[in-house]
């Protein structure tokens, strides 16, 4: 059964200070691992997509790379505005399923 | 250019009625699917379609729950009766091919 654990369950840092969250999977066959953002009341906003190990993408202070076990979410000098829910998700090659993570909810005080 | 389009955003129902959610997908889009989140099991899907043909229904909770998608540009998610243990965060959802999914703003149930 496929499977998605991400930690922690909730980061708070201090704006500037830089971390990762940990998305480790299980899955047979890998097609895709997705990163979405969740603001409160929203619904999850797209941010990447990864589709082998090795790869990495960026977009401003957001950077996501993959292993064949997990993918990190690093996010470097935060800001206030990336406080949200951070989502990550698989799919696998047999299938168009998304299995989602329980997410990691980051709080970036000013 | 719009997105994905949920109607309502909030639906207030009492314990037996029924309560139909709509959506509305990303023009041009051939995938269409449907969750449910709650803090305790956080986002499950419910079902999708491909081509406005159900492929896979496997996380419908039970016989109450039903979903249609009579033409590419809507879909209806239907529960009848509703029950109390329904009340969540609908999202509809829909992807080009099956590859990254777009969401809607979600329909918040409460089942009184």
């Known amino acids: 059964e496929d499977q998605v654990t991400q930690s922690p369950e909730a980061l708070r840092l201090q704006e500037g200070e830089s971390s990762s969250l940990n998305c480790s999977y299980t899955?047979?066959?890998?097609?895709?691992l997705f990163w979405y953002r969740q603001d409160p009341g929203k619904g999850p906003e797209f941010l990447f997509t990864?589709?082998?190990a090795g790869e990495e993408k960026e977009k401003e202070r957001l950077k996501a790379t993959l292993t064949k076990k997990e993918s990190f979410l690093h996010i470097t000098a935060p800001k206030p505005e990336d406080s949200a829910t951070y989502l990550c998700?698989?799919?696998?090659?047999?299938?168009?399923?998304?299995?989602f993570g329980t997410g990691t909810r980051l709080a970036v005080r000013p | 250019d719009a997105g994905v389009i949920q109607s309502p955003r909030h639906e207030v129902t009492e314990m037996g009625q029924e309560v139909t959610l709509r959506c509305k997908p990303i023009?041009?889009?051939?995938?269409l699917f449907w969750y449910r989140q709650t803090m305790m099991r956080g986002l499950e899907l419910l079902i999708y379609?491909?081509?406005?043909?159900?492929?896979?229904d496997s996380g419908m909770p039970e016989d109450r729950f039903s979903a249609k998608m009579p033409n590419a540009s809507f879909s209806t998610l239907k529960i009848q009766p509703s029950e109390p243990r329904d009340s969540a965060v609908y999202f509809c959802?829909?992807?080009?091919?099956?590859?990254?999914?777009?969401f809607g703003p979600g329909t918040r149930l409460t089942v009184l």
């Open positions: 899955v047979s066959g890998l097609r895709g």
């Open positions: 379609f491909n081509n406005n043909v159900p492929i896979d």
């Open positions: 998700a698989v799919r696998k090659s047999s299938g168009d399923k998304l299995t």
């Open positions: 990864l589709y082998s």
């Open positions: 959802a829909s992807s080009n091919t099956g590859g990254e999914q777009f």
């Open positions: 023009s041009g889009h051939d995938y």
